[in-house]
Protein backbone atom coordinates (compact mmCIF):
# COMPACT_ATOMS: atom_id res chain seq x y z
CA UNK A 1 0.00 0.00 0.00
CA UNK A 2 1.15 3.33 -0.65
CA UNK A 3 2.95 5.36 2.32
CA UNK A 4 3.38 9.36 2.90
CA UNK A 5 6.25 10.11 5.12
CA UNK A 6 5.96 13.03 7.43
CA UNK A 7 8.96 14.29 10.08
CA UNK A 8 7.06 14.03 13.30
CA UNK A 9 7.67 17.69 14.60
CA UNK A 10 8.54 21.16 13.26
CA UNK A 11 9.36 23.87 15.21
CA UNK A 12 9.29 27.53 13.98
CA UNK A 13 9.67 31.19 15.57
CA UNK A 14 6.60 33.71 15.11
CA UNK A 15 7.20 35.69 12.17
CA UNK A 16 9.24 32.91 10.03
CA UNK A 17 7.83 30.73 7.68
CA UNK A 18 7.16 26.66 8.56
CA UNK A 19 7.47 23.95 5.59
CA UNK A 20 6.52 20.68 6.19
CA UNK A 21 7.35 18.11 3.79
CA UNK A 22 4.94 15.02 2.71
CA UNK A 23 7.20 12.21 0.85
CA UNK A 24 5.82 9.31 -1.17
CA UNK A 25 7.01 7.24 -4.22
CA UNK A 26 6.17 9.47 -6.82
CA UNK A 27 4.23 11.73 -5.30
CA UNK A 28 4.48 14.41 -8.40
CA UNK A 29 1.91 12.21 -9.90
CA UNK A 30 -1.16 12.73 -7.23
CA UNK A 31 -2.97 15.05 -5.56
CA UNK A 32 -2.17 15.83 -2.26
CA UNK A 33 -4.43 17.63 0.61
CA UNK A 34 -3.37 18.93 3.56
CA UNK A 35 -5.16 19.07 7.22
CA UNK A 36 -4.57 20.89 10.06
CA UNK A 37 -5.88 19.46 13.64
CA UNK A 38 -5.69 21.43 16.74
CA UNK A 39 -5.68 19.36 19.96
CA UNK A 40 -9.36 17.91 21.02
CA UNK A 41 -10.92 19.57 17.67
CA UNK A 42 -12.01 17.43 14.25
CA UNK A 43 -9.26 18.27 11.66
CA UNK A 44 -10.18 20.80 9.06
CA UNK A 45 -8.70 21.06 4.98
CA UNK A 46 -6.58 23.54 4.53
CA UNK A 47 -5.37 22.91 1.23
CA UNK A 48 -6.47 20.55 -1.55
CA UNK A 49 -5.68 19.71 -4.89
CA UNK A 50 -1.55 20.36 -4.14
CA UNK A 51 -1.85 24.17 -3.43
CA UNK A 52 -5.75 25.55 -3.46
CA UNK A 53 -6.80 26.87 -0.48
CA UNK A 54 -10.66 26.39 1.05
CA UNK A 55 -12.63 29.44 1.79
CA UNK A 56 -11.86 31.07 5.15
CA UNK A 57 -7.97 29.39 4.91
CA UNK A 58 -5.69 32.54 5.36
CA UNK A 59 -3.70 33.10 2.48
CA UNK A 60 -0.85 32.57 4.57
CA UNK A 61 -1.12 28.74 4.04
CA UNK A 62 0.42 27.23 0.79
CA UNK A 63 1.23 24.05 -1.08
CA UNK A 64 2.78 22.57 -3.49
CA UNK A 65 4.03 19.22 -4.85
CA UNK A 66 7.19 17.95 -6.91
CA UNK A 67 8.88 14.81 -8.24
CA UNK A 68 9.07 13.45 -4.79
CA UNK A 69 7.83 15.94 -2.12
CA UNK A 70 4.73 17.86 -1.45
CA UNK A 71 5.30 20.54 1.00
CA UNK A 72 2.51 22.78 3.16
CA UNK A 73 4.16 26.05 3.87
CA UNK A 74 2.46 28.69 6.69
CA UNK A 75 4.23 32.03 6.06
CA UNK A 76 4.42 34.53 9.16
CA UNK A 77 3.66 31.82 11.72
CA UNK A 78 1.34 32.60 14.16
CA UNK A 79 0.66 31.08 17.99
CA UNK A 80 -2.69 29.80 16.52
CA UNK A 81 -0.76 27.90 14.07
CA UNK A 82 0.15 25.19 16.40
CA UNK A 83 -1.02 22.44 15.40
CA UNK A 84 -1.18 18.62 14.06
CA UNK A 85 -0.52 18.68 10.56
CA UNK A 86 -1.50 15.81 7.97
CA UNK A 87 -1.12 15.46 4.33
CA UNK A 88 -3.30 12.58 2.36
CA UNK A 89 -3.65 11.57 -0.98
CA UNK A 90 -5.79 8.62 -2.47
CA UNK A 91 -4.31 5.89 -3.98
CA UNK A 92 -5.72 4.95 -7.05
CA UNK A 93 -4.39 1.57 -7.14
CA UNK A 94 -5.86 0.43 -4.12
CA UNK A 95 -9.11 3.00 -3.94
CA UNK A 96 -8.17 3.59 -0.47
CA UNK A 97 -7.52 7.10 1.23
CA UNK A 98 -4.02 7.59 2.88
CA UNK A 99 -2.84 9.86 5.71
CA UNK A 100 0.90 10.69 6.47
CA UNK A 101 1.63 10.07 9.60
CA UNK A 102 1.02 14.01 11.12
CA UNK A 103 3.83 16.75 11.67
CA UNK A 104 3.53 18.60 14.80
CA UNK A 105 4.14 22.18 14.15
CA UNK A 106 5.47 24.05 17.69
CA UNK A 107 5.69 27.63 17.88
CA UNK A 108 8.77 28.56 19.59
CA UNK B 1 -24.37 24.98 6.32
CA UNK B 2 -22.85 21.35 6.36
CA UNK B 3 -23.11 19.73 9.66
CA UNK B 4 -22.09 15.98 10.46
CA UNK B 5 -22.84 14.44 13.76
CA UNK B 6 -22.04 11.13 14.69
CA UNK B 7 -24.08 9.42 17.66
CA UNK B 8 -23.30 5.85 19.53
CA UNK B 9 -20.09 4.07 20.64
CA UNK B 10 -19.10 4.35 23.90
CA UNK B 11 -17.05 1.33 26.40
CA UNK B 12 -17.25 -2.36 24.00
CA UNK B 13 -15.72 -5.07 25.08
CA UNK B 14 -13.21 -7.27 23.12
CA UNK B 15 -15.09 -9.29 20.57
CA UNK B 16 -17.97 -7.19 20.56
CA UNK B 17 -19.78 -5.51 18.29
CA UNK B 18 -20.22 -1.28 17.82
CA UNK B 19 -22.92 0.37 15.56
CA UNK B 20 -22.21 4.48 15.30
CA UNK B 21 -24.47 6.60 13.34
CA UNK B 22 -23.65 10.10 11.72
CA UNK B 23 -26.48 12.26 11.25
CA UNK B 24 -25.95 15.06 7.88
CA UNK B 25 -27.23 18.43 6.90
CA UNK B 26 -26.60 21.12 5.10
CA UNK B 27 -25.92 19.45 1.56
CA UNK B 28 -27.97 17.04 -1.40
CA UNK B 29 -26.39 13.65 1.16
CA UNK B 30 -27.47 11.07 -1.58
CA UNK B 31 -25.41 12.63 -3.68
CA UNK B 32 -22.16 12.52 -1.56
CA UNK B 33 -19.51 9.82 -1.04
CA UNK B 34 -19.36 9.17 3.00
CA UNK B 35 -16.20 8.01 4.99
CA UNK B 36 -15.58 7.37 8.76
CA UNK B 37 -11.83 8.21 9.92
CA UNK B 38 -10.61 7.46 12.89
CA UNK B 39 -7.73 8.44 15.48
CA UNK B 40 -6.21 6.27 18.24
CA UNK B 41 -5.69 8.06 20.84
CA UNK B 42 -2.57 10.13 20.74
CA UNK B 43 -2.28 8.68 17.08
CA UNK B 44 -2.74 10.14 13.74
CA UNK B 45 -5.74 9.76 11.30
CA UNK B 46 -6.87 6.62 9.47
CA UNK B 47 -9.36 5.98 7.08
CA UNK B 48 -11.43 2.67 7.55
CA UNK B 49 -13.85 2.96 4.73
CA UNK B 50 -16.07 4.39 1.98
CA UNK B 51 -19.65 4.09 0.63
CA UNK B 52 -20.01 5.95 -2.25
CA UNK B 53 -23.08 7.07 -3.51
CA UNK B 54 -26.05 5.37 -5.03
CA UNK B 55 -25.87 6.97 -8.77
CA UNK B 56 -22.02 5.37 -8.20
CA UNK B 57 -22.88 2.05 -7.77
CA UNK B 58 -23.51 2.69 -3.91
CA UNK B 59 -20.14 0.29 -2.87
CA UNK B 60 -18.02 0.00 -0.35
CA UNK B 61 -14.38 -0.04 0.52
CA UNK B 62 -12.39 -1.00 3.27
CA UNK B 63 -9.05 -0.27 4.65
CA UNK B 64 -7.01 -3.66 5.43
CA UNK B 65 -7.48 -3.30 9.45
CA UNK B 66 -10.86 -3.60 9.45
CA UNK B 67 -12.15 -5.73 5.92
CA UNK B 68 -14.13 -8.25 7.23
CA UNK B 69 -15.10 -7.14 10.07
CA UNK B 70 -16.61 -3.41 9.02
CA UNK B 71 -19.76 -2.90 7.13
CA UNK B 72 -20.52 0.89 5.81
CA UNK B 73 -24.08 1.82 5.30
CA UNK B 74 -26.29 4.68 4.28
CA UNK B 75 -30.21 5.66 4.67
CA UNK B 76 -30.42 8.45 2.01
CA UNK B 77 -33.85 8.69 2.76
CA UNK B 78 -33.38 9.74 6.31
CA UNK B 79 -29.61 11.38 5.53
CA UNK B 80 -27.93 9.08 7.41
CA UNK B 81 -24.49 7.22 7.57
CA UNK B 82 -23.20 3.60 9.51
CA UNK B 83 -20.51 2.14 10.76
CA UNK B 84 -21.15 -1.45 12.06
CA UNK B 85 -17.72 -2.82 12.97
CA UNK B 86 -17.61 -6.50 14.75
CA UNK B 87 -15.11 -8.61 16.38
CA UNK B 88 -13.84 -5.38 18.48
CA UNK B 89 -9.98 -5.45 19.63
CA UNK B 90 -8.64 -3.19 21.96
CA UNK B 91 -6.51 -1.43 19.22
CA UNK B 92 -10.31 -0.36 17.09
CA UNK B 93 -10.21 2.12 20.24
CA UNK B 94 -10.19 5.47 18.56
CA UNK B 95 -12.07 8.69 18.26
CA UNK B 96 -14.18 7.81 15.18
CA UNK B 97 -15.07 10.66 12.59
CA UNK B 98 -17.67 11.01 9.78
CA UNK B 99 -16.23 12.83 7.00
CA UNK B 100 -17.32 13.68 3.48
CA UNK B 101 -15.95 15.92 0.61
CA UNK B 102 -19.48 16.75 -0.12
CA UNK B 103 -20.81 16.61 -3.44
CA UNK B 104 -18.72 16.25 -6.61
CA UNK B 105 -15.78 16.00 -4.44
CA UNK B 106 -14.39 12.51 -4.52
CA UNK B 107 -10.63 12.68 -2.67
CA UNK B 108 -10.75 15.06 -0.02
CA UNK B 109 -12.74 15.22 3.02
CA UNK B 110 -13.77 18.35 3.22
CA UNK B 111 -16.04 18.33 6.20
CA UNK B 112 -15.84 16.60 9.12
CA UNK B 113 -17.62 15.61 12.36
CA UNK B 114 -17.32 16.47 15.80
CA UNK B 115 -16.12 12.96 16.34
CA UNK B 116 -16.79 10.01 18.94
CA UNK B 117 -14.41 8.50 21.15
CA UNK B 118 -15.21 4.53 20.94
CA UNK B 119 -12.88 2.13 23.84
CA UNK B 120 -12.91 -1.36 23.26
CA UNK B 121 -11.64 -2.60 26.88
CA UNK B 122 -12.82 -5.57 29.58
Known amino acids: SYVLTQPPSVSVAPGQTARIPCGGN??????VHWYQQRPGQAPVLVVY???VRPSGIPERFSGSNSEHTATLTISRVEAGDEADYYC???????????FGIGTKVTVL | EVQLVESGGGLVKPGGSLRLSCAAS????????MSWVRQAPGRGLEWVGR??????????DYAAPVTGRCTISRDDSRKMLFLQLNSLKTEDTAVYYC?????????????WGPGLLVTVSS
Open chain 1, 49 to 51: DDG
Open chain 2, 51 to 60: IKSRTDGGTT
Open chain 2, 99 to 111: STGGVGRYLTFDY
Open chain 1, 26 to 31: NIGSKT
Open chain 1, 88 to 98: QVWDSSSDHYV
Open chain 2, 26 to 33: GFTFSSAW
